[in-house]
């Protein structure tokens, strides 16, 4: 096909990842502006985040059965769609049971974009070039997490929060237009009438459902609360069932096959262990700047900006790195900064000064930018070509599910911390922010042990025969 535009399709495809790359992020800046407005408490306004993960998390496995049976353009621009149609609500909600409705409609669309956008990578083009475009699709997918907070900040300060939402709407709609315009070409896409696995994707759902409503409940109940174990107890079964119907399905949900990849699995538990830690910080930050440090929601953006930028800057460095030295040795550095970056957090006060604050978020930017591209480089060529969707899917899944994971258990612990301060004596605020230090420690010591997977993943980056199909021009 002569006429494939494919720096078109690259614009339609980073614009959308972007975009929903950045509201995985924009919201959390946010959190105690409609923690007040919907006056929610911590455990409930952390729905805001742990719904978007949960739901984006369950769509997640079904990518790569949809974009066989509907086609990648179809998949693409409904999910688009979808994730603009929940940016809609979430900026009409009037309450927090509203805004929770609109994050799960958003994560339908949102859960689908990184995976269907890497296989349209591996489908419109050559193996030769295929190594860059990801790069420069990578660049702009982590944009956005990058650029979030400090866009939340600014944009929540002068307009209010669903100004964060609203400003998704003429994006989405744009890149719906230019989808039409130039991935077109994929409508030739042949397609699959694959037998979905229903028993699977009906066990994994409950499994991931129950998982993340039993931690998040076992704040209030606690966990050895009957409701709770029953719960875990579910999540637990629908697990085992998972593992026994997909090892016997032809076309699995999940092809448990790649969990026999060494390589691969290592990759993963790094990814895990470090979305747990990353995300649950990232939660506690904001109302450490705000309710403790008495920043606005824009100063709050401002000063994570570092961050940002430094992972920006780093991310094209680290990439070059582990293609010709290896992924492990740099992002066990990354990982061990971060670590650094989250008992530094802990460290600060009211009396910290802004040079304290803007070095402590430019050791975590460091820190950041030298583990994404190294991990995810390291787990794209762990598998083979005709792999590369489910894999990206698996590790997005288990990002997500460890970033929910840590959310819940970070608010289940800083709040029986400020709990236990409270009637020890200490005052509200005192109370608060030993919590908070408390938090930022756990942190610590989870990036800490995510070394010693990071220890097992493969010196070099593997490379693995292209026997991916392309579009031929």
Not at 179 to 205: C, E, H, I, M, W
């Amino acid at each position: 096909m002569r006429d494939v535009n494919r720096n078109g399709i690259l614009i339609v495809i980073i614009m959308g990842t972007t975009m929903a790359g950045i509201d995985s992020s924009i919201v959390n800046i946010s959190l105690p502006v409609m923690s007040r407005q919907f006056d929610s408490t911590l455990s409930e306004i952390e729905w805001v985040i742990t719904s978007y993960m949960l739901s984006f998390s369950v769509l997640m496995p079904l990518t790569n059965w949809l974009k066989n049976r509907i086609g990648f353009f179809n998949l693409f621009v409904g999910a688009v769609f979808l994730f603009t149609l929940g940016s809609l609500l979430c900026a009409l909600s009037t309450n927090l049971p509203s805004l929770l409705t609109g994050r799960v409609v958003q994560a339908l669309g949102g859960g689908a974009m990184a995976p269907t956008s890497m296989a349209i990578i591996s489908y419109v083009y050559p193996a030769r070039v295929r190594g860059t475009v990801l790069g420069w699709w990578g660049l702009g997918n982590l944009v956005g997490p990058a650029v979030g907070p400090t866009l939340g900040g600014l944009l929540t300060q002068q307009f209010g929060w669903p100004s964060i939402f609203y400003i998704n709407l003429p994006i989405g709609i744009l890149t719906i237009v230019l989808a039409f315009r130039y991935l077109g070409v994929l409508r030739s896409q042949p397609k699959l009438k694959l037998p979905f696995d229903l028993p699977g994707f009906t066990a994994l759902t409950i499994f991931l459902v129950c998982l993340q409503y039993g931690v998040a409940r076992a704040e209030v109940l606690g966990l050895s609360s009957p409701e709770i174990l029953v719960t875990l107890g579910i999540a637990a079964a629908a697990l085992i069932v998972f593992i026994v119907i997909d090892r016997r399905v032809d076309t699995p949900i999940i092809d448990l096959h790649l969990f026999s990849n060494y390589a691969f699995v290592s990759c993963i538990l790094v990814t895990i262990s470090r979305a747990a830690a990353l995300f649950g910080g990232l939660f506690l930050l904001p109302f450490l700047l705000q309710e403790q440090m008495g920043f606005s929601e824009g100063m709050s953006g401002l000063l994570i900006l570092p961050n940002s930028v430094f992972m920006a800057a780093l991310m094209p460095f680290a990439g070059k790195w582990s293609d010709k030295h290896g992924s492990r040795e740099i992002t066990m550095c990354g990982i061990a900064l971060l670590a650094i970056s989250m008992y530094m957090f802990a460290l600060l006060d009211k009396g910290s000064n802004m040079w304290q604050i803007l070095v402590t978020m430019t050791v975590r930017g460091v820190g950041m930018g030298l583990v994404l591209a190294p991990l995810n480089a390291a787990t794209l060529s762990a598998v083979r070509p005709s792999e590369v969707t489910m894999a990206s899917s698996v590790s997005t899944l288990m990002m997500q599910v460890g970033g929910a994971i840590g959310i819940a258990m970070l608010a289940i612990i800083t709040q029986n911390a400020y709990n236990r301060h409270v009637l020890e004596g200490s005052s509200n605020a005192v109370s608060h922010h030993l919590a908070l230090r408390q938090g930022f420690h756990i942190s610590m010591w989870i990036l800490i042990l995510t070394l010693i997977p990071a220890w097992f993943m493969p010196r070099r980056n593997l490379v693995l025969k292209d026997t991916g199909a392309h579009i031929d021009t």
